[in-house]
T-cell receptor
Framework: EAQVTQNPRYLITVTGKKLTVTCSQN?????MSWYRQDPGLGLRQIYY???????DKGDVPEGYKVSRKEKRNFPLILESPSPNQTSLYFC?????????????FGSGTRLTVV | AQSVTQLDSQVPVFEEAPVELRCNYS??????LFWYVQYPNQGLQLLLK??????LVESINGFEAEFNKSQTSFHLRKPSVHISDTAEYFC???????????FGTGTSLTVIP
C-alpha cells in the first residue's frame, strides 16, 4: 500500500529540547515537503526537497532543519523548539515533473512545545 | 507570489441541503487547481483536480468544482450533503512546473442532522 508514514503522531516537549519528526514514503517519489497547519492560516510550507541531497526553504523555514540522505526519508529537525512551533505538521510527497498526481500526505504529527 | 483565498472559514449546512465552498486564486497564468479534504484527525486527501480540458470536474463522492478562468475561481459544490461530509476543505493552486503548492486557509464544513 502506497503511504507516507510520520512518527510520532503526538509529541509534547519542553522549550529548547531538540527533536526530530520522521517521514518515510514507499512510493519512490522524488519530491518531499513539510507543512505546518495552524488555525486560520491553513498549510504553510516549511521546507521541500526535489531529490536526494537537494533541499530548499519554503515559506516558514525559521527554526527548522531538514535532511535528505535517502530518497524515502525526509526528517524534520527542531534544534531548539519554542512554543510558537506548537502546531500540526504534515509530510507530503509527490512525483516531480507531473503536477497532476498532486500530493500524498502523511497522517500528521501534533507537536506541543511547553 | 500566488495567493489562494477561501472566503468562508466555517460553513454550517443542514443534511441533504446543497453547499458551495468558494475558492479564488490570484494568478493569471496557467494554473493547476486542487481541492483536498481533511477528516478529523487525519491527513489531507485529494478530492478532485483541474489540470486542463473540461472546466467541470467531479469526485467519486458527489462533489464537483468548476474552473472559471475569467473570475479566477474554483468553487466546490455538492447538491446534497451528508453527515459524513463534515470535514475541513482546502483549495490549492500550483503554477507552471509546480514546484510549490499554495494552499488556502481552509473551510470547515459542518453538516447538521
Amino acid at each position: 500500500e502506497a503511504q507516507v508514514t510520520q512518527n510520532p503522531r503526538y509529541l509534547i516537549t519542553v522549550t529548547g529540547k531538540k527533536l526530530t519528526v520522521t517521514c518515510s514514503q514507499n512510493m519512490n517519489h522524488e519530491y518531499m515537503s513539510w507543512y505546518r497547519q495552524d488555525p486560520g492560516l491553513g498549510l504553510r510550507q516549511i521546507y521541500y526537497s526535489m531529490n536526494v541531497e537537494v533541499t530548499d526553504k519554503g515559506d516558514v523555514p525559521e527554526g527548522y532543519k531538514v535532511s535528505r540522505k535517502e530518497k524515502r526519508n525526509f526528517p524534520l529537525i527542531l534544534e531548539s523548539p519554542s512554543p510558537n512551533q506548537t502546531s500540526l505538521y504534515f509530510c507530503a510527497t509527490r512525483v516531480t515533473g507531473y503536477i497532476g498526481y498532486g500530493y500524498t500526505f502523511g497522517s500528521g504529527t501534533r507537536l506541543t512545545v511547553v | 507570489a500566488q495567493s489562494v483565498t477561501q472566503l468562508d472559514s466555517q460553513v454550517p449546512v443542514f443534511e441533504e441541503a446543497p453547499v458551495e465552498l468558494r475558492c479564488n486564486y490570484s494568478s493569471s497564468v496557467s494554473v493547476y487547481l486542487f481541492w483536498y479534504v481533511q477528516y478529523p484527525n487525519q491527513g489531507l486527501q485529494l478530492l478532485l483536480k483541474y489540470l486542463s480540458g473540461s472546466t467541470l470536474v467531479e469526485s467519486i463522492n458527489g462533489f464537483e468544482a468548476e474552473f472559471n478562468k475569467s473570475q479566477t475561481s474554483f468553487h466546490l459544490r455538492k447538491p446534497s450533503v451528508h453527515i459524513s461530509d463534515t470535514a475541513e476543505y482546502f483549495c490549492a493552486v500550483s503554477v507552471g512546473t509546480g514546484n510549490q503548492f499554495y494552499f488556502g486557509t481552509g473551510t470547515s464544513l459542518t453538516v447538521i442532522p
